[in-house]
């Protein structure tokens, strides 16, 4: 596509629930990453999909979240038993193997937690 | 670790000039980055400079990279309300992930 599409745009879920946000990346953009945007934070990274490498977890904050990116294509971020702390701007973003030229990045998934 | 600081906010006047600054801690930086988020909206882009540059500009765009002091600016010429956007900037280390600052906003005033 001709960019990075992110579903839903909004998500309200009721605390305890499990919640799975999509991303499609740009066409062959080896590189996937998931970033959560707190209110009047920077960007957290979650994280990092290349290729057929296994994926860098290291910013995932709990054993609650896990993402598993289907054919070195689309992504789905998955959050169990949803918490308050939860709620933020989830972004998805893709880059070409290089990387050199930075992220694109999706509009992202508000997710509210209520 | 890598750790990116920015100021929170910045207001100036239509048609004056902006100056955004950023600092970073991390001297295996490969590339530095400044994106722009509008409301609503994800994080566009708007230019890059490599670590063995100490300037690069892009139109209204400036951006200064001070190495030896991990300082980086950008500079927006005769600012437009249209530039009114909270500002990240972020560094690349070797491992390709992007640690961006908290964001600058800045407001542009008539």
């Known amino acids: 596509g001709a960019g990075v599409s992110q579903s839903p745009s909004n998500k309200v879920t009721e605390k305890g629930k499990d919640v799975e946000l999509r991303c499609d990346p740009i066409?062959?953009?080896?590189?996937l990453y998931w970033y959560r945007q707190s209110l009047g934070q920077g960007l957290e990274f979650l994280i990092y999909?290349?290729?057929?490498?296994?994926?860098?977890k290291s910013g995932l904050p709990s054993d609650r979240f896990s993402a598993e990116r289907t054919g070195g294509s689309v992504s789905t971020l998955t959050i169990q038993r949803t918490q308050q702390e939860d709620s933020a701007v989830y972004l998805c973003?893709?880059?070409?193997?290089?990387?050199?030229?930075?992220?694109?990045f999706g509009s992202g998934t508000r997710l509210t937690v209520v | 670790g890598e750790d990116v600081e920015q100021s929170l906010f910045l207001s100036v006047r239509e048609g004056d000039s902006s100056v955004i600054n950023c600092t970073y801690t991390?001297?295996?930086?490969?590339?530095l980055y400044w994106y722009k988020q509008e409301p609503g909206a994800g994080l566009q882009l708007l230019t890059y400079?490599?670590?063995?540059?100490d300037m690069k500009q892009d139109q209204r765009l400036t951006v200064l990279l001070n190495k030896k002091d991990k300082h980086l600016s950008l500079r927006i010429a005769d600012t437009q309300t249209g530039d009114s956007a909270i500002y990240f900037c972020?560094?690349?280390?070797?491992?390709?992930?992007?640690?961006f600052g908290a964001g600058t906003t800045v407001t542009v005033r008539a």
């Open positions: 066409s062959g953009h080896t590189a």
């Open positions: 973003a893709s880059s070409p193997p290089d990387q050199v030229g930075g992220y694109t």
């Open positions: 972020a560094e690349m280390a070797d491992d390709y992930k992007l640690s």
């Open positions: 400079i490599f670590s063995n540059m």
């Open positions: 999909f290349q290729g057929n490498s296994a994926p860098d």
């Open positions: 991390d001297s295996s930086s490969t590339y």
